[in-house]
Each structure stands twice: as structure tokens, then as C-alpha cells.
């Protein structure tokens, strides 16, 4: 079955304690992207890549690091977490050259206290 | 950058009543794909569309791409209860980087 999957699905945490939210993807997509979703904001981009090892910052990119290693793997890092980085957070991978379907992880509630 | 305009923000209706949902660009689509989203959950796809012109029908749902492939719209008949959700639109650019509306919070109450 094609999905992304994300973990965890929930997480609270405290300010400064490096966590990092998984993505994984089993379609061989090239393209992959990090969304934060808050209310009246809509989904805001964080980081996308294009492949392996080409990231580049989306629109929304501070407080956050990616890795793409491998091409299903695509994790978001938070290494000084702060309350204003309480929010939902999304993944999504779709195949490169565009007009095509992208597909999401369930989404991780991260809150920051 | 396209730009998708979508609106309304925000609707709310009452079981039975339609609705309609717009996006629009100044930019010409290569395609365009209709997601719904639950609360706390990923966006799902509900249609795509790539030729001017197109209609596409789900159920009570029926999707129009223009035919100058700049805009959208989302109808849908008789809405229920289970319709309530964010509805967004969304294309891909040639690098197949990702692009929303601001999404429409619909809400059918019974």
C-alpha cells in the first residue's frame, strides 16, 4: 500500500530538548516536503527536497533542520525547541516534474511547554 | 510563484444545502488536485483535474478545472454532515514543489 508514514503521532515536549519527527516513504517519490498547519495560517512550508541530499529551505524554515539521506526517509529535527513551534506538522512526497498527486503522513500534534 | 487564491475561508450550511468552494490564479495550471482534510488528520486526495474544460463528479461532489485552466470550483449537492472538513486546493509546479490555498473550514450542521 503506497503511504507516507510519520511518527510520533503526538508528542509533548519541553523548551530546548532536541526531538526529531520521522517521515518515510514507500513510492520511490523524488520530491518530499515539510508542512507546520496553524489555525487561520494554513499549511506553511518548512523545508522540501528535490532528492537525495538536495534540501532547501520552504517558507517557514527557522528552528528547523531536514536530512534526506535515502530517498524515503525525510526527517524533520528540532534542535532548540520553543512553544512557538507548537503546532501540526505534516509530510508529504509526491513524484518529481509536477501535476501529480501528493500524499501525506497522518500528521504529528507537537506541543511545546 | 502561482499563487491559489481560495474562498470562501469559511463556510457553514445547513444538511441538504449546496455549496460551492472557488480557487483561482493568475497562472495557468498544469493540473489541480481538490484534498480534504479532517481535523488532526493528512490531507486526502478528492480529485484531480488537468484539462480546461474538465468536470469531474464524486458522488455529490462535482469539480470544474476552467477552460483557461486558471481556476477551479468545488460544488457540492445536498450537502451532509459528513461533508464537514477543510477543503484545499493545491497544484504542483514543474519541480513538482507543492502549492495551496489557504483552504475553506465548510461546516454542515444537521
Known amino acids: 500500500e503506497a503511504q507516507v508514514t510519520q511518527n510520533p503521532r503526538y508528542l509533548i515536549t519541553v523548551t530546548g530538548k532536541k526531538l526529531t519527527v520521522t517521515c518515510s516513504q514507500n513510492m520511490n517519490h523524488e520530491y518530499m516536503s515539510w508542512y507546520r498547519q496553524d489555525p487561520g495560517l494554513g499549511l506553511r512550508q518548512i523545508y522540501y527536497s528535490m532528492n537525495v541530499e538536495v534540501t532547501d529551505k520552504g517558507d517557514v524554515p527557522e528552528g528547523y533542520k531536514v536530512s534526506r539521506k535515502e530517498k524515503r526517509n525525510f526527517p524533520l529535527i528540532l534542535e532548540s525547541p520553543s512553544p512557538n513551534q507548537t503546532s501540526l506538522y505534516f509530510c508529504?512526497?509526491?513524484?518529481?516534474?509536477?501535476?501529480?498527486?501528493?500524499?501525506f503522513g497522518q500528521g504529528t500534534r507537537l506541543t511545546v511547554v | 510563484t502561482q499563487l491559489l487564491e481560495q474562498s470562501p475561508q469559511f463556510l457553514s450550511i445547513q444538511e441538504g444545502e449546496n455549496l460551492t468552494v472557488y480557487c483561482n490564479s493568475s497562472s495557468v495550471f498544469s493540473s489541480l488536485q481538490w484534498y480534504r482534510q479532517e481535523p488532526g488528520e493528512g490531507p486526502v486526495l478528492l480529485v484531480t483535474?488537468?484539462?480546461?474544460?474538465e468536470v469531474k463528479k464524486l458522488k455529490r461532489l462535482t469539480f470544474q478545472f476552467g477552460d483557461a485552466r486558471k481556476d477551479s470550483s468545488l460544488h457540492i449537492t445536498a450537502a451532509q454532515p459528513g461533508d464537514t472538513g477543510l477543503y484545499l486546493c493545491m497544484t504542483t509546479d514543474s519541480w513538482g514543489k507543492l502549492q495551496f490555498g489557504a483552504g475553506t473550514q465548510v461546516v454542515v450542521t444537521p
Open positions: 508529504a512526497s509526491s513524484p518529481a516534474g509536477g501535476g501529480t498527486e501528493a500524499f
Open positions: 483535474v488537468v484539462t480546461g474544460g
